[in-house]
Protein backbone atom coordinates (compact mmCIF):
# COMPACT_ATOMS: atom_id res chain seq x y z
CA UNK A 1 0.00 0.00 0.00
CA UNK A 2 1.42 3.41 -1.23
CA UNK A 3 1.68 6.38 1.31
CA UNK A 4 0.34 9.49 0.29
CA UNK A 5 3.36 12.32 -0.14
CA UNK A 6 3.16 13.81 2.83
CA UNK A 7 2.23 17.93 2.56
CA UNK A 8 4.47 20.80 1.98
CA UNK A 9 3.16 22.31 5.55
CA UNK A 10 4.21 18.88 6.97
CA UNK A 11 7.40 18.64 5.60
CA UNK A 12 8.12 22.51 7.01
CA UNK A 13 6.47 21.42 10.45
CA UNK A 14 9.08 18.60 10.25
CA UNK A 15 11.92 20.74 9.83
CA UNK A 16 11.30 23.37 11.90
CA UNK A 17 11.08 21.29 14.64
CA UNK A 18 14.29 19.36 13.73
CA UNK A 19 16.07 22.74 14.25
CA UNK A 20 14.02 23.63 17.42
CA UNK A 21 15.59 19.90 18.07
CA UNK A 22 19.04 21.27 17.68
CA UNK A 23 19.09 24.47 18.89
CA UNK A 24 17.65 23.42 22.43
CA UNK A 25 18.33 19.84 22.68
CA UNK A 26 17.96 20.36 26.57
CA UNK A 27 14.06 20.87 26.45
CA UNK A 28 13.76 17.93 24.04
CA UNK A 29 15.86 15.45 26.09
CA UNK A 30 13.78 13.20 28.39
CA UNK A 31 13.37 14.69 31.87
CA UNK A 32 14.19 11.43 33.75
CA UNK A 33 14.83 12.72 36.89
CA UNK A 34 11.18 14.23 36.84
CA UNK A 35 9.67 10.95 35.72
CA UNK A 36 11.73 8.96 38.56
CA UNK A 37 10.25 11.74 40.80
CA UNK A 38 6.81 11.32 39.62
CA UNK A 39 7.22 7.03 39.92
CA UNK A 40 8.32 7.66 43.49
CA UNK A 41 5.70 9.51 44.74
CA UNK A 42 3.34 6.87 43.20
CA UNK A 43 5.22 3.82 44.90
CA UNK A 44 5.39 5.87 48.37
CA UNK A 45 1.29 6.16 47.91
CA UNK A 46 0.84 2.72 47.35
CA UNK A 47 2.84 1.64 49.77
CA UNK A 48 1.21 3.98 52.56
CA UNK A 49 -2.15 2.76 51.21
CA UNK A 50 -1.20 -1.05 51.54
CA UNK A 51 0.60 -0.84 54.82
CA UNK A 52 -2.79 1.59 56.23
CA UNK A 53 -4.88 -1.36 55.10
CA UNK A 54 -3.05 -3.56 57.21
CA UNK A 55 -2.88 -2.07 60.06
CA UNK A 56 -6.46 -1.30 60.07
CA UNK A 57 -7.40 -4.69 58.94
CA UNK A 58 -9.26 -3.91 55.96
CA UNK A 59 -10.93 -6.88 54.45
CA UNK A 60 -13.58 -7.00 51.37
CA UNK A 61 -14.75 -10.23 52.54
CA UNK A 62 -15.56 -8.78 56.23
CA UNK A 63 -17.51 -6.37 53.91
CA UNK A 64 -19.01 -8.77 51.69
CA UNK A 65 -20.33 -10.80 54.60
CA UNK A 66 -21.93 -7.73 56.65
CA UNK A 67 -23.84 -6.38 53.46
CA UNK A 68 -26.81 -8.55 54.97
CA UNK A 69 -26.70 -6.91 58.32
CA UNK A 70 -26.88 -3.65 56.15
CA UNK A 71 -29.81 -4.80 54.24
CA UNK A 72 -31.43 -5.37 57.15
CA UNK A 73 -31.26 -2.38 58.52
CA UNK A 74 -32.70 -1.01 55.24
CA UNK A 75 -35.37 -3.04 55.57
CA UNK A 76 -36.33 -2.08 59.08
CA UNK A 77 -36.23 1.77 57.97
CA UNK A 78 -39.24 1.70 55.83
CA UNK A 79 -41.04 3.16 56.38
CA UNK A 80 -39.39 6.27 57.26
CA UNK A 81 -41.97 7.61 60.59
CA UNK A 82 -42.04 10.07 62.91
CA UNK A 83 -43.43 7.90 65.70
CA UNK A 84 -45.91 10.85 66.51
CA UNK A 85 -42.85 12.64 67.32
CA UNK A 86 -42.98 15.54 64.23
CA UNK A 87 -43.53 18.56 66.03
CA UNK A 88 -40.21 17.43 68.67
CA UNK A 89 -38.64 16.73 65.57
CA UNK A 90 -39.13 20.27 63.55
CA UNK A 91 -38.25 21.87 67.11
CA UNK A 92 -34.81 20.20 67.14
CA UNK A 93 -34.20 20.92 63.64
CA UNK A 94 -34.61 24.53 63.68
CA UNK A 95 -32.44 24.28 66.77
CA UNK A 96 -29.77 22.39 64.40
CA UNK A 97 -30.15 25.39 62.07
CA UNK A 98 -29.84 27.80 64.85
CA UNK A 99 -26.40 26.20 66.12
CA UNK A 100 -25.15 26.34 62.45
CA UNK A 101 -26.12 30.14 61.82
CA UNK A 102 -24.97 31.63 65.49
CA UNK A 103 -21.56 29.55 65.34
CA UNK A 104 -21.06 30.73 61.57
CA UNK A 105 -22.02 34.38 61.81
CA UNK A 106 -19.49 34.32 65.17
CA UNK A 107 -16.56 32.93 63.51
CA UNK A 108 -17.23 35.11 60.67
CA UNK A 109 -17.61 38.42 62.97
CA UNK A 110 -14.64 37.43 64.75
CA UNK A 111 -12.50 36.14 61.84
CA UNK A 112 -12.72 39.01 59.31
CA UNK A 113 -10.78 41.31 61.46
CA UNK A 114 -7.82 39.52 62.55
CA UNK A 115 -7.79 38.25 58.99
CA UNK A 116 -6.22 41.31 58.03
CA UNK A 117 -3.51 41.06 60.65
CA UNK A 118 -2.44 37.21 58.87
CA UNK A 119 -2.00 39.37 55.33
CA UNK A 120 1.07 40.02 53.44
CA UNK A 121 -0.32 43.35 51.70
CA UNK A 122 -1.45 44.48 55.04
CA UNK A 123 0.93 43.82 58.12
CA UNK A 124 4.03 44.06 57.13
CA UNK A 125 5.73 42.81 60.19
CA UNK A 126 6.70 38.73 59.67
CA UNK A 127 6.32 37.79 63.16
CA UNK A 128 2.68 39.08 64.16
CA UNK A 129 1.80 37.68 60.84
CA UNK A 130 3.47 34.13 61.26
CA UNK A 131 2.15 34.21 64.72
CA UNK A 132 -1.83 34.74 63.67
CA UNK A 133 -1.25 32.16 60.87
CA UNK A 134 -0.46 29.71 63.20
CA UNK A 135 -2.81 30.40 65.41
CA UNK A 136 -5.21 29.83 62.59
CA UNK A 137 -3.89 26.68 61.80
CA UNK A 138 -3.58 25.37 65.78
CA UNK A 139 -7.77 26.31 65.96
CA UNK A 140 -8.52 24.74 62.16
CA UNK A 141 -6.73 21.56 63.19
CA UNK A 142 -9.15 20.52 66.31
CA UNK A 143 -12.55 19.23 64.99
CA UNK A 144 -15.35 20.29 65.64
CA UNK A 145 -16.79 17.17 67.53
CA UNK A 146 -13.44 17.40 70.22
CA UNK A 147 -14.25 21.31 70.44
CA UNK A 148 -17.82 20.23 71.69
CA UNK A 149 -16.66 17.78 73.37
CA UNK A 150 -14.38 20.88 75.35
CA UNK A 151 -17.32 23.49 75.45
CA UNK A 152 -19.74 20.82 77.06
CA UNK A 153 -17.70 20.56 80.04
CA UNK A 154 -17.11 24.05 80.00
CA UNK A 155 -21.11 25.52 79.42
CA UNK A 156 -22.75 21.93 79.83
CA UNK A 157 -24.86 20.10 77.65
CA UNK A 158 -27.14 21.73 74.96
CA UNK A 159 -27.04 24.13 72.35
CA UNK A 160 -24.97 26.75 73.51
CA UNK A 161 -22.35 24.26 73.43
CA UNK A 162 -22.62 23.40 69.83
CA UNK A 163 -22.74 26.93 68.69
CA UNK A 164 -19.39 27.65 70.53
CA UNK A 165 -17.66 24.65 68.95
CA UNK A 166 -18.58 25.43 65.76
CA UNK A 167 -17.73 28.79 65.95
CA UNK A 168 -14.27 28.09 67.51
CA UNK A 169 -13.53 25.68 64.09
CA UNK A 170 -14.78 27.73 62.02
CA UNK A 171 -12.62 30.99 63.66
CA UNK A 172 -9.51 29.23 61.98
CA UNK A 173 -10.68 28.06 58.92
CA UNK A 174 -11.95 31.33 58.07
CA UNK A 175 -9.37 33.05 59.14
CA UNK A 176 -6.95 31.40 57.00
CA UNK A 177 -9.52 31.65 53.86
CA UNK A 178 -10.00 35.31 54.61
CA UNK A 179 -6.23 36.06 54.99
CA UNK A 180 -5.44 34.37 51.65
CA UNK A 181 -8.88 36.15 49.87
CA UNK A 182 -7.28 39.85 51.11
CA UNK A 183 -3.76 39.38 50.07
CA UNK A 184 -5.21 37.95 46.34
CA UNK A 185 -7.21 41.05 46.17
CA UNK A 186 -6.81 43.31 43.05
CA UNK A 187 -4.41 46.70 43.59
CA UNK A 188 -6.08 48.75 41.20
CA UNK A 189 -8.36 50.29 43.90
CA UNK A 190 -6.37 50.16 46.68
CA UNK A 191 -3.64 52.19 44.27
CA UNK A 192 -6.24 54.65 43.32
CA UNK A 193 -7.27 55.56 47.04
CA UNK A 194 -3.61 55.95 47.51
CA UNK A 195 -3.15 57.97 44.47
CA UNK A 196 -5.96 60.13 45.67
CA UNK A 197 -4.04 61.27 48.74
CA UNK A 198 -5.33 58.70 51.14
CA UNK A 199 -3.55 57.07 54.08
CA UNK A 200 -2.76 53.34 54.67
CA UNK A 201 -6.39 53.08 56.57
CA UNK A 202 -8.35 54.51 53.63
CA UNK A 203 -6.44 52.07 51.47
CA UNK A 204 -7.79 49.55 53.53
CA UNK A 205 -11.30 50.75 53.95
CA UNK A 206 -12.19 51.75 50.70
CA UNK A 207 -10.11 50.16 48.28
CA UNK A 208 -9.64 46.61 49.80
CA UNK A 209 -12.56 45.67 51.76
CA UNK A 210 -15.03 46.78 48.98
CA UNK A 211 -13.00 44.09 46.94
CA UNK A 212 -12.84 41.00 49.16
CA UNK A 213 -16.58 41.56 50.59
CA UNK A 214 -17.68 39.57 47.96
CA UNK A 215 -15.67 36.07 48.20
CA UNK A 216 -15.96 36.51 52.12
CA UNK A 217 -20.00 36.60 52.06
CA UNK A 218 -19.43 33.61 49.65
CA UNK A 219 -17.06 31.69 51.92
CA UNK A 220 -19.53 32.40 54.76
CA UNK A 221 -22.40 30.95 53.19
CA UNK A 222 -20.87 27.99 51.89
CA UNK A 223 -19.54 27.55 55.59
CA UNK A 224 -23.12 27.58 56.42
CA UNK A 225 -24.22 25.29 54.66
CA UNK A 226 -21.42 22.68 56.02
CA UNK A 227 -21.91 23.74 59.56
CA UNK A 228 -25.85 22.31 58.50
CA UNK A 229 -24.19 18.61 58.50
CA UNK A 230 -21.73 19.54 61.40
CA UNK A 231 -24.05 20.70 63.89
CA UNK A 232 -25.82 16.93 63.31
CA UNK A 233 -23.08 15.68 64.45
CA UNK A 234 -22.10 17.28 67.52
CA UNK A 235 -25.41 16.59 68.34
CA UNK A 236 -24.74 13.41 69.11
CA UNK A 237 -22.49 14.21 71.89
CA UNK A 238 -25.02 15.96 73.17
CA UNK A 239 -24.40 19.52 72.36
CA UNK A 240 -28.10 19.83 71.03
CA UNK A 241 -30.14 19.82 67.94
CA UNK A 242 -31.32 17.05 65.99
CA UNK A 243 -28.47 14.51 66.81
CA UNK A 244 -29.60 14.04 69.98
CA UNK A 245 -32.94 12.31 68.85
CA UNK A 246 -30.70 10.66 66.38
CA UNK A 247 -28.67 9.05 68.40
CA UNK A 248 -31.17 8.11 71.04
CA UNK A 249 -33.26 6.27 68.54
CA UNK A 250 -30.13 4.71 66.74
CA UNK A 251 -29.37 3.27 70.01
CA UNK A 252 -33.02 1.58 70.86
CA UNK A 253 -33.11 0.61 67.09
CA UNK A 254 -36.64 2.83 65.69
CA UNK A 255 -34.99 2.76 62.18
CA UNK A 256 -38.36 4.06 61.17
CA UNK A 257 -37.81 7.49 63.03
CA UNK A 258 -34.16 7.31 62.43
CA UNK A 259 -35.20 7.13 58.54
CA UNK A 260 -37.59 9.80 58.86
CA UNK A 261 -34.99 12.08 60.16
CA UNK A 262 -31.97 11.29 57.74
CA UNK A 263 -34.75 12.33 55.42
CA UNK A 264 -35.45 15.70 57.43
CA UNK A 265 -31.87 16.39 56.96
CA UNK A 266 -31.66 15.72 53.69
CA UNK A 267 -34.42 17.88 52.31
CA UNK A 268 -33.27 20.92 54.76
CA UNK A 269 -29.69 20.52 53.64
CA UNK A 270 -31.04 20.27 50.13
CA UNK A 271 -32.83 23.28 50.36
CA UNK A 272 -29.61 25.00 52.01
CA UNK A 273 -27.99 24.26 49.20
CA UNK A 274 -30.00 25.47 46.83
CA UNK A 275 -30.41 29.00 48.26
CA UNK A 276 -26.57 29.77 49.62
CA UNK A 277 -25.63 28.14 45.98
CA UNK A 278 -28.19 31.39 43.92
CA UNK A 279 -26.99 33.69 47.18
CA UNK A 280 -23.25 32.95 46.11
CA UNK A 281 -23.37 33.50 42.44
CA UNK A 282 -25.88 36.67 42.83
CA UNK A 283 -22.87 37.99 44.99
CA UNK A 284 -20.26 37.12 43.02
CA UNK A 285 -21.84 38.33 40.11
CA UNK A 286 -22.63 41.45 41.60
CA UNK A 287 -18.95 41.95 42.93
CA UNK A 288 -17.27 45.61 41.22
CA UNK A 289 -14.79 44.54 38.46
Known sequence: MNRRP??????????????????????????WSRRAAVLGTLAVIVALAVVAMVRLDFSLLRI????HRLGEFAGMMLPPSAGGR????ATALGETLAIAFLGTLTAACL??????????NVVRNPFLRFGVRR???????????IWALIWINVVGLGPFAGALAIACSDFGALGKLFSEAIETADRKAQEGVTASGG????????????????VLASQVLYFFE????SATIIGIVGAGGIGQ?????????????VAFLVLMILVTVALIDLVSGRLRRAIIGAAPP
Open 199 to 214: GRLHRVRFGLVPAVLP
Open 111 to 120: AFPVAFLAAR
Open 86 to 89: LGLF
Open 245 to 257: YLTELIRVLEMQQ
Open 6 to 31: SSPLRQAALADLDGLRQRHPRVFRPA
Open 226 to 229: SNTR
Open 64 to 67: LHGL
Open 135 to 145: SFDVIRSVDVL
